[in-house]
């Protein structure tokens, strides 16, 4: 597993927590926030509330495309109708309070759990019902909608800024061990960014931890 080294934004408070105010709470002349992106977590209430949270649905498809990605239409309706049953399967095998930071988690996402799983189905060309337009960022987009405080948003900003390598299957390992190392040191520091910031408890650490990456290069 190659280890997670943090860069120093998350410990300048003044720096992030000036990122997470700008993305949470900005808004445009029109009056709406002007990050699309900071009603993902929350559309609909969220796609781990518990009517919805084993299975897709048109809210998670709305909730992507505020992070600038979107499925394909016959990959929306594969997700939507769940025809072989996988995506109801793997999501009710997935707890809805699974936190990555708990040990207890692993097991949902080593290789063969059923986040591991789940993701290779959305991702994994080897898989013949893949949704059409998916892939690995996606995949991950989606995952983290239905279980945001378990699967982090991983795409080329997150990539870049922690320098992982270009085929990187351990980057949910490396954040859980960098979120428990030296009791936990590190998702203090994120519960305390998200607590100044004021932009409130619904909002998970995986989330914030995504949110000062993607803003610190470059918003």
């Known amino acids: 597993m190659t280890e997670l080294k943090i860069p120093e934004i998350y410990w ?3 720096s992030a927590i000036h990122l997470l105010v700008e993305y949470f709470t900005s808004r445009r002349s029109t009056g709406d926030l002007f990050y699309s992106g ?11 509330a518990k009517h919805v949270a084993d299975r897709f649905d048109t809210n998670d498809l709305v909730a992507i495309t505020m992070l600038s990605v979107s499925l394909e239409p016959h990959g929306a309706i594969n997700l939507l109708t769940d025809p072989d049953g996988h995506w109801a399967r793997l999501l009710s095998l997935i707890p809805r309070d699974a936190r990555l930071e708990d040990p207890g988690s692993d097991a949902l996402i080593a290789e063969g759990g059923p986040a591991w799983e789940l ?51 351990s980057f949910w390992a490396a954040l859980a ?8 040191t590190f998702y203090d520091q994120l519960v305390h ?11 998970g650490v995986l989330r914030i931890f995504d949110v000062i990456a993607w803003m610190h290069q470059g918003g």
């Open 177 to 184: 061990a960098a979120l428990r190392a030296d009791n936990g």
């Open 12 to 14: 300048d408070d003044e």
């Open 193 to 203: 960014l998200r607590n100044k910031a004021g932009i409130g408890e619904d909002i």
């Open 38 to 48: 900071a009603h993902f977590e929350r559309l609909g209430g969220g796609g781990d």
């Open 119 to 169: 993701w290779e189905r959305l991702a994994d060309k080897k898989h013949s019902n893949k949704p059409d337009g998916s892939g690995p960022v996606i995949a991950g987009k989606l995952l983290a909608r239905k279980r945001p405080h378990l699967i982090p948003i991983y795409d080329i900003r997150i990539k870049q800024l922690f320098q992982r390598p270009k085929n990187d299957h």
